[in-house]
Structures are given as structure tokens and as C-alpha cells.
T-cell receptor, first 110, second 118 residues
Framework: DAKTTQPTSMDCAEGRAANLPCNHS???????VYWYRQIHSQGPQYIIHGLKNNETNEMASLIITEDRKSSTLILPHATLRDTAVYYCIAAAWNFNKFYFGSGTKLNVKP | GAVVSQHPSWVICKSGTSVKIECRSL??????MFWYRQFPKQSLMLMAT?????????EQGVEKDKFLINHASLTLSTLTVTSAHPEDSSFYIC??????????????FGDGTRLSIL
């Protein structure tokens, strides 16, 4: 599975968009990009995933570059409850083993 | 939908005892379940992959005789930490993936079990 690289931490003002980058330059053609977040002492929560097209759901948008070497998770209007560690994972659809990196600690501030 | 439940959420036991953790998919059938452990301030580490009706596949460095995994049905997998010692104290998390192996559906995670060995 492709290794992903994310910034250690980011700050965002409440109500503003949070843009979380992820680098996955060695991603294979059959690997999807999955985003999860983990709030302290809970299991990871699924946010969104995609292969090559941009995706949007009720939680977030996922922008994947044309060469698929990086992606950005966008939380359009961050709230204090979005403070969490966000993980970007590249994994093949058919086997789906997840190897978590260090993630990005997003701090949403009032 | 896609709810995964873990039980217990928190357990404290004496060194040398065995502890069983259950992972259930409540509203879907899971061909594959995964077990992770997480130490404080660290990321999740994949321990093993379990497929219903077959033996689990363990990641390198994970002792299969120490961490017994059973996936007897499409909605239940169990992890038994045998002869637990203080160094086994950790946050154990399971996840499940549905039976539709054609699609790219994500894993859904339980809320974890905090294990403390005294």
C-alpha cells in the first residue's frame, strides 16, 4: 500500500474552511484514497473516499490531483467539534488493508 | 447504517489472565474484519485481518498465539489476548467491511476497547 504523508498539525478558525493536504506520490492505480478522523478515545470515523474524481458528501469534499499523487480534504465550515486527528489512507479496493500514518491534528479555534 | 460495536469498552484485569474482546457489525454482514491497537499519542497499528470462516492473517511482528482471533460468523469477530501482561495494555480497535467485495466500500470502526493490565 502507498505511504501517505500529512502535516503534523493545522489550525483553523471556526466557521472557515479547513483544507487538509495529503501526499501519496507512490499510489497505485487500484488504490483509493480514504479519509477518516479520530476524536480522542474513540474509533476512527469514516469521512469520504475517492479514486480519481473529486467527491463530495454531507461531511466534506475530496479533491484529488490529476496525477493522483496528492489530495486535499475540505471541511467547508469547520466547527469546534471538527477538532480531531485526520488520517489519509491509500488502500487497494479489493483487499482494503489500512496502514495508518501519523495523521494531521486539526485544531479548530473559536 | 454501518454500525460496528465493540464490547467491552473498558477492561481492567490482573497480569496472566486472558481477555476476550468482541466486535460486532450490527446492521450489515462483514466478510472481513480487522483488528488494530493504538498506544497513547500514536497512530493505529494493524494487527490482523480476519475473514469469516478462515484463519486470521497476522501482520509481521504480531504473535498469533498471543492474540487469538476468531471470526465465526458474518457479524462477529473476537480477539482474545492470552496471558496478558502490562505491556499488552493498549487501546484495541476493530473494523469491519461489508460482503460486497466488488465495490470500494470503506471500513467501519468500532469505538475501541481500552485494556489495562495490572
Amino acid at each position: 500500500d502507498a505511504k501517505t504523508t500529512q502535516p503534523t498539525s493545522m489550525d483553523c478558525a471556526e466557521g472557515r474552511a479547513a483544507n487538509l493536504p495529503c501526499n501519496h506520490s507512490t499510489i497505485s492505480g487500484n488504490e483509493y484514497v480514504y479519509w477518516y478522523r479520530q476524536i480522542h478515545s474513540q474509533g476512527p470515523q469514516y469521512i469520504i473516499h475517492g479514486l480519481k474524481n473529486n467527491e463530495t458528501n454531507e461531511m466534506a469534499s475530496l479533491i484529488i490531483t490529476e496525477d493522483r499523487k496528492s489530495s486535499t480534504l475540505i471541511l467547508p465550515h469547520a466547527t469546534l467539534r471538527d477538532t480531531a486527528v485526520y488520517y489519509c489512507i491509500a488502500a487497494a479496493w479489493n483487499f482494503n488493508k489500512f496502514y495508518f500514518g501519523s495523521g494531521t491534528k486539526l485544531n479548530v479555534k473559536p | 447504517g454501518a454500525v460496528v460495536s465493540q464490547h467491552p469498552s473498558w477492561v481492567i484485569c490482573k497480569s496472566g489472565t486472558s481477555v476476550k474482546i468482541e466486535c460486532r457489525s450490527l446492521d450489515f454482514q462483514a466478510t472481513t474484519m480487522f483488528w488494530y491497537r493504538q498506544f497513547p499519542k500514536q497512530s493505529l497499528m494493524l494487527m490482523a485481518t480476519s475473514n469469516e470462516g478462515s484463519k486470521a492473517t497476522y501482520e509481521q511482528g504480531v504473535e498469533k498465539d498471543k492474540f487469538l482471533i476468531n471470526h465465526a460468523s458474518l457479524t462477529l469477530s473476537t480477539l482474545t489476548v492470552t496471558s496478558a501482561h502490562p505491556e499488552d495494555s493498549s487501546f484495541y480497535i476493530c473494523s469491519a467491511r461489508g460482503t460486497d467485495t466488488i465495490s470500494n466500500q470503506p471500513q467501519h470502526f468500532g469505538d475501541g476497547t481500552r485494556l489495562s493490565i495490572l
